[in-house]
C-alpha cells in the first residue's frame, strides 16, 4: 500500500471544487471555438470534453421560438396540399402538385432536422409524421405511373395528357 493520506487529498479535491462553485460562470464568447484534437479515449478526456467550467464551453441557450415556427410552417404545408385547388392528373399541373409534395418532405426534413438539434420529441415525431405524409401523396401519383401499383380515373399510368 501507499503511504498517501487520502482524507487530506479528498479534502483538497472538495475545497477545488468548492472554489470552482463560488466563481461566476464566464460571459460566453461569439468567436467560434478553436477545433479540438481528437482524444485517443484517455483518462482527462471526460473532464475537458463538455464539462462547464472544466475548459469546454457551454452550450448556448436558445429559444424553441424558431424550431416551432419551423413546424409550423410545416404542417401548414402539410395540411394544405390537401387542398389542392389545379388539375393534377398529367402533364404540367401532375407537375406542379408533385413539385408542392416534394416541398411537403422537404419542409418536414427541414423541421425534423431542428426538432432533433433541440431535443424537441413530440415535435420530431410530427415532422417525421410529415415527411412520409409527403412520401405517400408522392407515390399515389408516381407508382401508378411507373407500373408499380395499378391505375385508377384519379391516378392514370400516363404522364402527359392525350
Not at 479535491?13 to 463560488?22: P, R, V
Not at 485517443?40 to 464551453?57: C, I, K, T
Not at 409527403?134 to 385508377?152: E, F
Request: hydrophobic residues 50%; proline residues 8%.
Amino acid at each position: 500500500m501507499t503511504d498517501r493520506d487520502w482524507d487530506a487529498e479528498l479534502k483538497k479535491i472538495d475545497a477545488e471544487m468548492a472554489k470552482q462553485a463560488s466563481r461566476p460562470a464566464p460571459a460566453p464568447s461569439r468567436a467560434p471555438a478553436a477545433p479540438s484534437a481528437p482524444s485517443g479515449g484517455g483518462a482527462s478526456a471526460g473532464v475537458a470534453g463538455g464539462m462547464p467550467g472544466f475548459g469546454a464551453p457551454a452550450a448556448p441557450a436558445t429559444s424553441s421560438f424558431g424550431v416551432y415556427a419551423r413546424l409550423t410552417l410545416a404542417v401548414a404545408i402539410g395540411v394544405g396540399i390537401i387542398f389542392w385547388p389545379y388539375a393534377n392528373r398529367c402533364g404540367l399541373g401532375l407537375a406542379g402538385y408533385l413539385g408542392a409534395v416534394s416541398a411537403v418532405v422537404v419542409s418536414g426534413a427541414w423541421s425534423a432536422v431542428w426538432t432533433f438539434r433541440h431535443r424537441a420529441g413530440r415535435a420530431h415525431v410530427l415532422s417525421l409524421l410529415l415527411v412520409l405524409w409527403g412520401l405517400i401523396l408522392a407515390s399515389l401519383d408516381v407508382l401508378p405511373r411507373i407500373g408499380y401499383a395499378k391505375p385508377t380515373v384519379e391516378h392514370p399510368a400516363a404522364w402527359a395528357c392525350e
